[in-house]
C-alpha cells in the first residue's frame, strides 16, 4: 500500500513555542492531505483539509491562527502549531488521499506533549 | 450530517473466541465505508473498503459486510496479536468527501 511519512514521531516543547510537523506521501502524489487531532481513546476529530496550492478548509472550531497548515507540493503538507499551550497536547495524525482513491492513508502520527 | 456509531466500546474475547464488532452510519450518498486498524500510538492501518451494500470482502482472520444502515466487522478465532482498536469511517458525496470516523472498538484478545 502507499506510505505516508509524519515526522516528527514525538515532541515536546514549553509553553509558548511553535512546533511543525511534517506529512510526506512518499510513492504517490497527494492531492488533498488532511490532518486530524486523537485524544486517549477517542477516536480521530478532522481539524483540516488542504489541496496543494490552495488554502486549507479548517474544521468548524479549529482556529486557523494557531493551526498553520501548508501544502506546497503534491508530496508534502505541514502543520505548525502556533504558540503552543498545554491544552494542545495531544496525538496528531495526517492523512493523504491520491487521485484515485477515496481511501486515506495514514502517517504514524506526532505525540505533542507541551510543558 | 454524516455520522459514524460504533459498538461496542470494547471488547475482550478469549483466543479462538469470534464474534463481530459494529459500526452504523448515516451518510448522504456513500462514497465508501471504511475499516481501519490502529495499534496505540501508531496511526491507523488500511483494511477494507466497501462501496455497496451486500459487499462483503476477507482478509485473514478479518471479514467485512456493509448493508444500507451498518457494517460488521467479523474476527474468526482471533489471536492475541489481533487486538487493537478497530476504527469505521464513512465518506459521502457532500462536505468536500470528508471522511468521517467511529469512535472505535477496542479489541483485546487474551491468550
Known amino acids: 500500500g502507499a506510505v505516508v511519512s509524519q515526522h516528527p514521531s514525538w515532541v515536546i516543547c514549553k509553553s509558548g513555542t511553535s512546533v511543525k510537523i511534517e506529512c510526506r506521501s512518499l510513492d504517490f502524489q497527494a492531492t488533498t492531505m488532511f490532518w486530524y487531532r486523537q485524544f486517549p481513546k477517542q477516536s480521530l476529530m478532522l481539524m483540516a483539509t488542504?489541496?496543494?496550492?490552495?488554502?486549507?478548509?479548517?474544521e468548524q472550531g479549529v482556529e486557523k491562527d494557531k493551526f498553520l497548515i501548508n501544502h506546497a507540493s503534491l508530496t508534502l503538507s505541514t502543520l505548525t502549531v502556533t504558540s503552543a499551550h498545554p491544552e494542545d497536547s495531544s496525538f496528531y495524525i495526517c492523512?493523504?488521499?491520491?487521485?484515485?482513491?477515496?481511501?486515506?492513508?495514514f502517517g504514524s502520527g506526532t505525540q505533542l506533549s507541551v510543558l | 450530517e454524516d455520522q459514524v456509531t460504533q459498538s461496542p466500546e470494547a471488547l475482550r474475547l478469549q483466543e479462538g473466541e469470534s464474534s463481530s464488532l459494529n459500526c452504523s452510519y448515516t451518510v448522504s450518498g456513500l462514497r465508501g465505508l471504511f475499516w481501519y486498524r490502529q495499534d496505540p500510538g501508531k496511526g491507523p492501518e488500511f483494511l477494507f473498503t466497501l462501496y455497496s451494500a451486500g459487499e462483503e470482502k476477507e482478509k485473514e482472520r478479518l471479514k467485512a459486510t456493509l448493508t444500507k444502515k451498518e457494517s460488521f466487522l467479523h474476527i474468526t478465532a482471533p489471536k492475541p496479536e489481533d487486538s487493537a482498536t478497530y476504527l469505521c469511517?464513512?465518506?459521502?458525496?457532500?462536505?468536500?468527501?470528508?471522511?468521517?470516523f467511529g469512535a472505535g472498538t477496542r479489541l483485546f484478545v487474551k491468550a
Open positions: 492523512s493523504a488521499r491520491g487521485m484515485l482513491n477515496e481511501k486515506l492513508f
Open positions: 488542504s489541496n496543494e496550492g490552495s488554502k486549507a478548509t479548517y
Open positions: 469511517a464513512v465518506q459521502g458525496n457532500t462536505g468536500g468527501f470528508k471522511t468521517i
